[in-house]
């Protein structure tokens, strides 16, 4: 009896432990599904994810680039598509805002221009508002923008676009030549600063010739702007602008030629301000003289000045050049140096670094050269043309409060008069920033103008 009692135990604790072991089975059996679950639902959703990162490309409008340069900007609204009306229309894949600049060939060898990835993206732009184009469409709409698209045929011309500058340079009997830059399809850039930027020019350059690019400037508004200085028998002349014949003969011919076909990519700095530091290269490459930027204040003569340009920065150990910038170059035609800068643009062209194809352009390039005496160029100090930070420059609108401040303007426009053939406004941090009664620009205004005192000649 006791026996068969044992054996009744026996058998009930081994139906326990089959129980156990059953129920451990199932767990397990049931966590092994539920990792299958998840993981095929995740590699799900990567396919569907991959698939439509194939199938559907959108390369978005991408913002301005907040940052420190010799340039003047405005956006052109927001990102996606911009509605007009009931109309919707595609914005395009990179920035082409308004710029106003502020801003014989030596043989031609095939330069390599960075060419477009062979991605989904960089190929086609799909279905960019109602209809998908290009990129080469795109790229030769925003040209379009910037180039004469009205006027008799031969105002757009290349031919046409050289023989103006070189008649005028000769009709005109004039020292020394001086150009600008406003690469914008409207006027709207063109305010009473930078028309007293060329009233300071004339007033210490009564001789000058000045030339300034600009499809809006050539036209029947920008020549009533214009009269005023005409007028009064100063040599300024308007010039629609040819890119492929500015560029022509030097290695900038290819790169824009790859722009247009769509192999170089813009980047998404602003089409028309990497024109721009191109355009003024190439105009001193072929022409020689001197360019400005529109929000660039001259104060006395340039004449002394050969083959120069100026220092941004120094290293306040060292006392060695730190940056250089473009806003001021004073270089004679066909100048090594120049053709170095060209080169260089075409060779390490990227739209998608602010100041890469500008001030750090320039500041490679010197880098590279200097102490090769075959260049032979001058590198000024930072007073000569930027006396003034472009974080600091706000303090020079800012008029006195008291005796101390008022010492301070005072010295500071003295120092500046003394040392300074010119002074860059920084038009991108200072274009809001009122001229306040007794500041150091008060009073350059007051003795630079031409046109607010009607006697002035």
Not at 192 to 208: K, W
Not at 289 to 301: A, E, Q
Request: charged share 25%; glycine share 6%; aromatic share 10%.
């Amino acid at each position: 009896m006791k026996e068969g009692k044992t054996t009744k135990a026996v058998l009930i604790g081994c139906r326990i432990h089959h129980d156990q072991k059953s129920a451990s089975l199932f767990l397990h059996h049931h966590v092994q599904g539920v990792k299958r679950f998840v993981l095929g639902f995740v590699f799900l959703v990567l396919l569907v994810y991959n698939g439509a990162a194939v199938f559907y490309v959108h390369v978005p409008f991408f913002p301005a680039v907040n940052s420190p340069a010799n340039f003047s900007s405005s956006s052109e609204g927001k990102p996606g598509l911009h509605r007009e009306g009931k109309k919707e229309k595609p914005s395009l894949p990179f920035r082409i805002v308004s710029l106003h600049a502020l801003s014989e060939a030596l043989p031609i060898t095939r330069f390599p221009s960075p060419v477009v990835p062979t991605t989904a993206a960089a190929a086609t732009i799909k279905r960019h508002g109602r209809k998908g184009h290009s990129l080469k469409w795109h790229v030769g709409k925003a040209i379009r923008k910037l180039e004469p698209r009205r006027g008799p045929p031969e105002s757009r011309s290349g031919p046409e676009f050289t023989a103006r500058i070189r008649d005028f340079f000769r009709s005109s009997d004039c020292n020394p030549r001086f150009f600008m830059t406003l690469i914008s399809p409207s006027l709207d850039s063109l305010g009473d600063r930078e028309i007293f930027a060329v009233e300071s020019l004339f007033r210490t350059h009564r001789n000058a010739c000045l030339v300034i690019i600009s499809n809006s400037m050539d036209s029947e508004p920008g020549r009533r702007l214009l009269k005023r200085f005409a007028d009064r028998n100063f040599h300024i002349a308007a010039v629609k602008p040819n890119f492929a014949a500015a560029f022509k003969g030097t290695p900038a011919e290819i790169w824009f030629r790859d722009l247009k076909s769509g192999r170089v990519r813009p980047g998404d700095v602003s089409l028309a301000q990497n024109l721009s530091n191109l355009l003024r290269l190439a105009l001193l490459y072929k022409f020689g003289g001197i360019y400005l930027d529109t929000d660039v204040v001259v104060l006395r003569s340039f004449t002394g000045l050969r083959n120069a340009i100026g220092a941004q920065t120094v290293d306040v150990e060292t006392g060695k050049w730190s940056r250089l910038n473009n806003a001021v170059l004073v270089f004679d035609r066909s100048h090594p140096l120049v053709y170095k800068f060209i080169e260089e643009f075409a060779t390490t062209f990227d739209g998608s670094k602010w100041g890469h194809n500008g001030p750090y352009l320039v500041s490679r390039v010197v880098e590279r050269v200097e102490g090769n005496s075959s260049y032979n160029f001058t590198v000024l100090p930072p007073p000569a043309f930027y006396p003034v930070d472009w974080s600091r420059i706000s303090g020079l609108f800012q008029g006195p409060r008291d005796r101390i401040q008022s010492s301070w303007v005072r010295r500071k426009l003295e120092r500046i008069k003394k040392e300074s053939f010119a002074v860059h406004l920084w038009n991108r941090q200072s274009r809001d920033v009122e001229i306040e009664d007794g500041s150091v620009m008060n009073r350059i205004m007051t003795e630079y103008c031409i046109f607010c005192n009607s006697s002035s000649s």
